[in-house]
């Protein structure tokens, strides 16, 4: 069975921390991997992951995927107390459309 | 446990028909969310359900979506007149209570019109 798995589940850090979110996943058919941050109104689309090795950057967030391994990771560095959120991973195959982890709940203190 | 599923997973339709997408939430979720996602962009809202009511419709694009929850559970998004923009990954995500809770989404059901 297809399943996203992310870790911590729960994250409590204070403004200026560095931050590493994790993803890991089995699926079959791959297609890409992406991570969005849950805001109220809608999931904010953060990065989409189709190659191995190739960091994604925007602003102070990060991401690389690792085909091989099965996983990805989220860097936030100089955390503010506006990246408060849940950090969704998601994994997209062909013909099964998405499947969503579980998310990791980002608390960022001032 | 089971999760959120939507059926169908993929859908094909020609342009001007009505189209149902259904959505079954995790049990005893009361808040049920539909969003639309497009290519290489994030979900948009459309609707937010708390029990049997919309509380919150504002990002149903036109009067052709409508969507319903008649018994607080099971949800179907119709689309009448479908148009050739309307296709897009549809996902339905679930959560506890409210808003400020975890959703946790479906696999999305993909509507293609031709």
């Known amino acids: 069975e297809d399943k996203v798995v992310q870790s911590p589940l729960s994250l409590v850090v204070h403004e200026g921390d560095t931050v590493t979110l994790n993803c890991s996943y089995e699926?079959?058919?791959?297609?890409?991997l992406l991570w969005y941050k849950q805001e109220k109104k809608a999931p904010t689309f953060l990065f989409m992951l189709?190659?191995?090795?190739i960091e994604k950057k925007s602003g102070r967030l990060s991401s690389i995927l690792d085909k091989k391994e099965l996983f990805s990771i989220l860097n936030i560095t100089a955390t503010q107390t506006g990246d408060s959120a849940i950090y969704l991973c998601?994994?997209?195959?062909?013909?099964?459309?998405?499947?969503f982890g579980p998310g990791t709940r980002l608390s960022v203190l001032p | 446990g089971a999760g959120v599923s939507q059926t169908p997973s993929n859908k094909v339709t020609e342009k001007g028909k009505y189209v149902e997408l259904r959505c079954d939430p995790i049990?005893?979720?009361?808040?049920l969310y539909w969003y639309r996602q497009s290519l290489g962009q994030g979900p948009e809202f459309l609707i937010y359900?708390?029990?049997?009511?919309?509380?919150?419709d504002s990002g149903l694009p036109n009067d052709r979506f409508f969507a319903v929850r008649p018994e607080g559970s099971v949800s179907t998004l119709k689309i009448q007149r479908t148009e050739r923009g309307d296709s897009a990954v549809y996902l339905c995500?679930?959560?506890?209570?409210?808003?400020?809770?975890?959703?946790?989404f479906g696999p999305g059901t993909r509507l293609t019109v031709l």
């Open positions: 995500a679930s959560s506890l209570v409210g808003r400020d809770d975890t959703q946790y």
């Open positions: 699926v079959t058919n791959f297609r890409s």
């Open positions: 189709t190659s191995s090795g």
């Open positions: 998601a994994v997209e195959n062909y013909g099964q459309n998405f499947v």
């Open positions: 049990s005893g979720h009361t808040a």
């Open positions: 359900f708390q029990g049997t009511g919309a509380a919150d």
